[in-house]
């Protein structure tokens, strides 16, 4: 069964570090998103991104972060300059086609801590 | 503002009954509801989903009421097994955001 794959899938990076967290969404999809979980919180949505740009971003997604789809597989989220509350899961998933009905597939996850 | 809020925060089941757990939600706008199933250390597993012009759906000992009057959807589990024992999320879908509510997490005991 085709799966979203993320790595790593643990990082430890210094505060102020410039971290990049990559993903291989399923081939066919052409939607992708990244989410974040704050241990023991909710799964809280970053970004949704279409046809090489933004289409969506929450509040949380703010100048620190962006997103790049530098070639025809890869999806990759990056964190300029890292605080320590920037510690987290982070998910990327995908999507056929983003309209209403279409499932959302996540991958297994990026664990970041930020010391 | 949109929210999407769970009932109870932890659901303790015998193994062989059935579960039921419960998610408001508010943003009428969302037309596409999502459950995910979440394990320890794992990414949100999809379960079952369900349109806005549906009331109910069914899967593989799993089914999903959504009621749009009160804005209230819920899970359906059958026979709850050990292996279900997780962390459930309800989610709503509108335009390209999928929102999910806190989590309900399911104990199943043997």
């Known amino acids: 069964e085709p799966e979203v794959t993320q790595t790593p899938s643990h990082q430890v990076t210094q505060m102020g570090q410039e971290v990049i967290l990559r993903c291989v969404p399923i081939?066919?999809?052409?939607?992708f998103y990244w989410y974040r979980q704050i241990l023991g919180q909710k799964v809280e949505f970053l970004v949704s991104f279409y046809n090489n740009e933004i289409s969506e971003k929450s509040e949380i997604f703010d100048d620190q972060f962006s997103v790049e789809r530098p070639d025809g597989s890869n999806f990759t989220l990056k964190i300029r300059s890292t605080k320590l509350e920037d510690s987290a899961m982070y998910f990327c998933a995908s999507s056929g086609r983003g309209t209403s009905g279409n499932t959302i597939y996540f991958g297994e996850g990026s664990w970041l801590t930020v010391v | 503002g949109e929210s999407v809020g769970l009932h109870l925060p932890t659901l303790s089941v015998q193994e062989g009954d059935n579960s039921i757990i419960n998610c408001a939600y508010s943003n009428s706008a969302s037309d596409y509801f999502i459950w995910y199933k979440q394990e320890s250390g794992k990414g949100p597993q999809f379960i079952i989903d369900i349109r806005s012009n549906m009331d109910k759906r069914q899967g593989q000992r799993v089914t999903v009421l959504l009621n749009k009057t009160v804005k209230h959807l819920s899970l359906q589990i059958a026979a709850t097994q050990p292996g279900d024992s997780a962390v459930y999320f309800c989610?709503?879908?509108?335009?390209?955001?999928?929102?999910f509510g806190t989590g309900t997490k399911l104990q199943v005991i043997p």
């Open positions: 081939s066919n999809h052409l939607y």
């Open positions: 989610a709503e879908k509108a335009n390209q955001k999928v929102t």
